[in-house]
């Protein structure tokens, strides 16, 4: 055990212990806290008033909480520096319930208030993000390849022939106007369309099989996010007259750009796809489900049979035609390798008329 220096000026010490960049608990031998530093309180929400003279369980989630007086003896027993579960997953909870994981160092401190553990705890949700990120990245990678291939055919191969085919319309439209009948303009214009249509195609494909490749996972803030997306969707908000409702949102551990274009495409939709005469109401917002943070944006539209719930997240799955609704049947398609990406899940709930809820949680 390291006796505290009696010679140590003890303002110097207690400032010392506040600047540490880590959170610093005081634990004694009952296992209340007796003491934690400015980096702590901030790292779990609680004041420092509310949480010295309470059981260190208050820090611990609840399904773990049972075993931990039982930890606390142990290490009073037979006190010595060492790491907290070596070898083990663990997990501490904010004051708001959120959950986050931790690595924990514990020191044996002999203080004039008695034997005390000294915990410094770490938290390692970002390390975790990217171990995680990397991991699904490598096997999204692999199940991706073949994609990717098609999708750099597409970008150097079809794109030749698509220009050769859409040269020879205009010199048709051009050079032969006078002798084609009405019909065969008419032929012509769809022809275009089509070609159009697939030049769409080939350039969502591309950004599709790009997306993610410049990665950098950082502390994002989605309310950020959320204002920007609506200053781009300024124009589609106002003359739909959207009323977008947007809750409280944490900070996350993500791709900031992907997150962003997750964010546009799901509320883009939610206004597009809503019913005629009705003024949309989008809200987005988080809740915890099956102990998972887990984002939502639900709309008032037109909603989605059942038998389609699965099917548009796939490439170019649409449910209406491009004469009714603009689109290009790739936008859910993103949102999903999006959250593939972050390690996370994407599903709808939705009722026909009445309106749909999209669902995403990141990992
Ligand atoms: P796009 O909007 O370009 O067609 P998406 O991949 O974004 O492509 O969406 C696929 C299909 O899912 C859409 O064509 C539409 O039928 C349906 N859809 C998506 N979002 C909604 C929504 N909020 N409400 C109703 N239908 C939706």
Redesign the pocket.
């Known amino acids: 055990m390291y006796p505290i220096d009696q010679d140590l000026n003890e303002l110097t010490f207690q400032r010392m212990v506040e600047a540490v960049p880590s959170a610093v608990l005081l634990v004694n031998q009952k296992g209340k806290i007796a003491y934690i530093n400015h980096y702590a309180e901030r790292l779990f929400e609680f004041g420092r008033e509310e949480l010295i003279g309470q059981g260190v369980e208050i820090l611990i989630p609840e399904r773990f909480r049972k075993n931990h007086p039982g930890f606390v003896e142990v290490f009073f027993k037979s006190p010595k520096a060492r790491p907290m579960g070596a070898g083990q997953e663990l997990f501490a909870v904010k004051k708001s319930g959120d959950e986050f994981p931790v690595e924990i160092g514990l020191n044996p401190l002999v203080t004039l208030s008695g034997s005390m553990a000294l915990a410094s705890i770490i938290d390692i949700s970002g390390r975790k993000a990217q171990e995680e990120m990397r991991k699904r990245t490598h096997d999204l990678e692999i199940r991706n390849r073949e994609l990717e291939q098609v999708a750099y055919i597409a970008s150097h191969d079809l794109q030749e022939p698509l220009r050769t085919v859409s040269n020879y319309i205009t010199v048709l439209e051009e050079d032969y106007s006078d002798i084609l009948q009405e019909t065969a303009h008419s032929y012509l214009r769809s022809m275009n369309r089509a070609v159009d249509r697939m030049n769409r195609m080939i350039h969502a494909l591309l950004n599709y099989s790009r997306l993610g490749s410049g990665r950098e996972l950082t502390n994002v803030d989605p309310s950020k996010l959320l204002n920007e997306v609506r200053d781009d969707l300024k124009n589609l908000i106002e003359t739909t007259g959207t009323q977008l409702i947007v809750g409280r949102l944490p900070e996350i551990v993500a791709c900031e750009t992907e997150i962003r274009q997750l964010f546009q ?2 509320i883009s ?2 206004i ?2 809503h019913k005629p005469d009705v003024i949309p109401i989008v809200n987005v917002g988080t809740e915890i489900r099956n102990q998972k943070l887990t984002f939502y944006i639900s ?1 008032n ?4 049979a059942p038998e ?1 719930l699965t099917r ?2 796939f490439i170019f ?4 035609r491009a004469e009714e ?11 999903k390798k999006i959250v593939d990406l972050h390690g996370g899940e994407i599903w ?1 709930e ?1 009722v026909v008329n009445k ?2 809820t ?1 669902y995403f949680t990141l990992n």
Do not use: M, P, T, W
């Open positions: 495409n799901l939709n939610a597009k796809y709309d539209g037109i909603g989605i389609y548009i997240f799955q649409r449910l209406h609704i603009e689109g290009s049947g790739i936008g859910l398609a993103n949102c709808v939705s309106g749909s999209f």
